[in-house]
Each structure stands twice: as structure tokens, then as C-alpha cells.
T-cell receptor
Framework: GAGVSQSPSNKVTEKGKDVELRCDPI?????LYWYRQRLGQGLEFLIY????????KSGLPSDRFSAERTGESVSTLTIQRTQQEDSAVYLC????????????FGQGTRLTVV | GENVEQHPSTLSVQEGDSAVIKCTYS??????FPWYKQELGKGPQLIID?????GEKKDQRIAVTLNKTAKHFSLHITETQPEDSAVYFC????????????FGTGTQLKVEL
């Protein structure tokens, strides 16, 4: 595709429910990243994929958070039993490879837990 | 892992003035330093980047300088315009963990008329 696409753009969910956020990276990009951005804050690293494997999951805040990537393409970030503190914008980025090529971001999914 | 510090957190300039944002990094092996601009309600967009084999790169009103010895790099915006108002993030890759990008905490730039 022309750019990184994320869906949904907005999601409101009730506390305790599970949510799935989707990222379609730029075609052919091998690296994919998930970041979280709370209101007015910086970019908090969550997880990084190289191909379909995740060599770095160190940013996932708890075991309620998980992510997978299939076909070296689409990635899904799942948050189980959502809490109000999960409310944030979740950003996905992809790049051709790691450590030096440009990373491009999607528009993000704004998650609100009520 | 990489530690990136960014200053200032907020910056207000008059239209036409220059703006400078500075970042330091900790991993001496880092070799790529991008800058992103994030407008309200949008994802960050890459505006300029520099690799470790050069000390300066310029693109119209935007320039980035790199000092590898001191491990810092800076974004320079000249002749600022209201549309430059946004949050700017620097980043650097970590050698470990697949070279993921570690971001600075961001600078809110406001260009006043």
C-alpha cells in the first residue's frame, strides 16, 4: 500500500473488554514496531517485529498485552481485560530493515477505555 | 539499550526566527538519527535524517547536525512559519534488540505571529 494503515482509527471500549488493533505495514517492509502515546506524552516502545518473529517485546507493559504478525505483513496488537490506563494512541511503524532505514508511521488508533 | 534525551520540552519562537532542538544519545554504535514531526491528531512523519558518516544535512529550511564525539545531534529550523508548529521527536536506534528506534520525549514548538 501507499503507507502504513491502522484500524480502527478510534475505539471506545468498556473496562474489562478485549480489543484488537490492526496494522498493515508498507508492502515489503520487514520491520514493524508498535508504540504507545499517552495524551501529551512521548512515544513509548511496546514491541518490534523482524519478519514474523519478535526479537524485542521488552516494552509490553503487562501480560494483558500481546502482538503477532503473520505473512511478514499484518500485525495485530491485542489488549485483554482493558483498563482505563490503557487509554492512549497506539502507533504502528514499519521500515525496510532495522538500524538505519526510514521508519514510517501510521495515523494511529485512539483507544479510550471507559 | 539506547537512552535518548531531548531538550527543550517546549519552545516558542516568533515567526521568521530560528528554532533549535537538541538530542543526546548514549549508544556510541548508533549510526542513524531521524527527526519526526507530529501534528495534532496525526502520526509522526519523518522530516529529515542523518547518518553517522556526515556531520550536517540540509533540506530547505531544515537542517540536522551530528556530533558523534559528543553523542548529540540537533534540528535547526530557519525562517519559521506558523505551519512549523508541531511536536518534534528525535530518535536513535539501539544496537541490541534489533536496533529498534528509541525516541526522545518530544519538543512542542509554537511559532507565534
Amino acid at each position: 500500500g501507499a503507507g502504513v494503515s491502522q484500524s480502527p482509527s478510534n475505539k471506545v471500549t468498556e473496562k474489562g473488554k478485549d480489543v484488537e488493533l490492526r496494522c498493515d505495514p508498507i508492502s515489503g517492509h520487514t520491520a514493524l514496531y508498535w508504540y504507545r502515546q499517552r495524551l501529551g506524552q512521548g512515544l513509548e516502545f511496546l514491541i518490534y517485529f523482524q519478519g514474523n518473529s519478535a526479537p524485542d517485546k521488552s516494552g509490553l507493559p503487562s501480560d494483558r498485552f500481546s502482538a503477532e504478525r503473520t505473512g511478514e505483513s499484518v500485525s495485530t496488537l491485542t489488549i485483554q481485560r482493558t483498563q482505563q490506563e490503557d487509554s492512549a494512541v497506539y502507533l504502528c511503524a514499519s521500515s525496510g530493515s532495522t538500524g538505519g532505514t526510514e521508519a514510517f508511521f501510521g495515523q494511529g488508533t485512539r483507544l479510550t477505555v471507559v | 539499550g539506547e537512552n535518548v534525551e531531548q531538550h527543550p520540552s517546549t519552545l516558542s519562537v516568533q515567526e521568521g526566527d530560528s528554532a533549535v532542538i537538541k538530542c543526546t544519545y548514549s549508544d556510541s554504535a548508533s549510526n542513524y538519527f531521524p527527526w519526526y514531526k507530529q501534528e495534532l491528531g496525526k502520526g509522526p512523519q519523518l522530516i529529515i535524517d542523518i547518518r553517522s558518516n556526515v556531520g550536517e544535512k540540509k533540506d530547505q529550511r531544515i537542517a540536522v547536525t551530528l556530533n558523534k564525539t559528543a553523542k548529540h545531534f540537533s534540528l535547526h529550523i530557519t525562517e519559521t512559519q506558523p505551519e512549523d508548529s508541531a511536536v518534534y521527536f528525535c530518535a536513535a536506534p539501539s544496537r541490541g534488540g534489533g536496533n529498534k528506534l528509541t525516541f526522545g520525549t518530544g519538543t512542542q514548538l509554537k511559532v507565534e505571529l
